[in-house]
């Protein structure tokens, strides 16, 4: 049994990420408003901008987590296949980290300073 994680386009702009083992039939229920718990019910229309298939339940769910935890910029730049992109982006991200790390460090060493 195949496994999908799905991006679709709301008609706000905004995306949802999900996965499902039966992407036709979750396709109907965001595209029907069927769910009305769901975040895409009071989004419609939704498109479908990006499908991937896996061959277990646990690969799609970590798969949904780590895209859900990106920015939009780097789930763009992965819908449009660019690779390079999602890197510089993750490197940035990492990069700003650090950063706020150091200066975390900074202020906490200022304080121990003082007292």
Not at 32 to 61: D, M, N, W
Not at 63 to 75: G, L
Request: charged share 30%; hydrophobic share 30%; aromatic share 8%.
């Amino acid at each position: 049994m195949d496994f999908y994680v799905y991006i679709l386009r709301c008609s706000d702009k905004s995306y949802y990420t999900g996965h499902t083992d039966n992407l036709e039939k979750r396709l109907a229920e965001h595209h029907s408003g069927a769910i009305a718990t769901c975040y895409t019910h009071k989004r419609l229309p939704v498109q479908l901008v990006y499908c991937e298939v896996f061959h277990t339940r646990l690969e799609a769910l970590a798969a949904e987590q780590q895209i859900k935890s990106w920015s939009r910029a780097k789930k763009e730049a992965m819908m449009r296949g660019d690779w390079e992109e999602v890197s510089r982006l993750a490197k940035s991200k990492c990069a700003l980290r650090q950063a706020q790390g150091e200066r975390k460090n900074s202020t906490q060493e200022n304080v121990e300073e003082k007292v």
